[in-house]
């Protein structure tokens, strides 16, 4: 006992921390079996799941009030006709397939002197007389790389400068695609930092469009693009006071002749009275500049169906 007075401080500490080892194993126990639980709740609800994997479609019932057969039927039609719902949200591109180099020879100069003959009839300015929308390297070829790839892009720049001549633009500053071969690598008119990405259902090519306008010109774009026959995504839009266009040269200098008269003769001359300067009405609230507009959208094409020739033949045979 004299020992135990003697160290109480180290009794009393022994004490409190065999209570506490007693406390932490009965916690740790307690886990381990709730652990335990959840386990064995996950493995039975495992195999029942694989259960009702493995086990065989069940037709319905015998008397007919289920009948899963038909049920999977309707099911089918509903999604194959959302999914047609889909696609034609996404429009039909008529693009010529298996084009040779001949034919795209063709396509492309009838397109570009359509689309400079367009600008040119409704006064809007090109970045140069002689602009070829992008498509300069197949100026002077005969041989085409990627030219199944070179008709896509063709008809999604001619469509988009369709919507920008129905937008009513002033200026079309310039347009970038990403390019079709290793020879298109020059930054004014391609996008080298970007390309055409695919999957298992579209093919996404983007576009770079610079034009210049007004707020409203801008408005008539995007929703010519949201109405657009096919689909085209915008995913950026960058707005800037556009540059002026040409510099203005000074004007001469105007000599007063009575200052001249003055000076030769000192005589004295009365100084013209200071005009006013011109004031901006009340009503005005803000003048609005000329605007250079980037912007870059994202044509959608989706792919043709597996099948969908030989079902679209079959159907026209049974008309």
Known sequence: MAWVKRNLGLVIGGVIALALLGVAGWYLWAKIQEDQEVTQQLDDTTQKFQTLLQRPVHPGTENGKINNIEIAKEEVKRLQAFLQDVRSRFGTRDIPTNISNRDFRALLDNTVNELQKNADSLGISLPQKDYWFTFAPQRTQVEFKAVGMLTQQLMDVKELCEILYAAKVQDVKGIRRVPSSSDENNTTDFMTDKKASTN????????????????????????????????????????????????????????????????????????????????????????????????????????????????????????
């Not at 002026?244 to 000076?263: L, N």
């Not at 030769?264 to 250079?292: F, H, I, T, W």
Request: glycine share 2%; aromatic share 8%.
């Open 200 to 319: 298992e259902f579209a093919i996404v090519t983007p576009y770079e469009l610079r034009f210049q306008g007004f707020s409203s010109e801008l408005a008539r774009v995007m929703e010519q693009l949201v109405n657009a026959k096919d689909c085209y995504i915008i995913k950026s839009v960058a707005v800037d006071k556009a540059p002026a266009d040409e510099v203005q040269q000074a004007a001469p200098m105007y000599v007063d002749p009575r200052q001249a008269y003055r000076s030769r003769y000192g005589a004295y001359m009365p100084q013209p009275m200071p005009q006013a300067q011109a004031r901006r009405p009340s009503n005005v609230l803000l003048d609005e500049s000329k605007l250079l507009i980037v912007m870059e959208v994202d044509s959608v094409r989706l792919k043709e169906q597996p099948g969908a020739k030989k079902a679209a033949a079959k159907q026209v045979a049974q008309q």
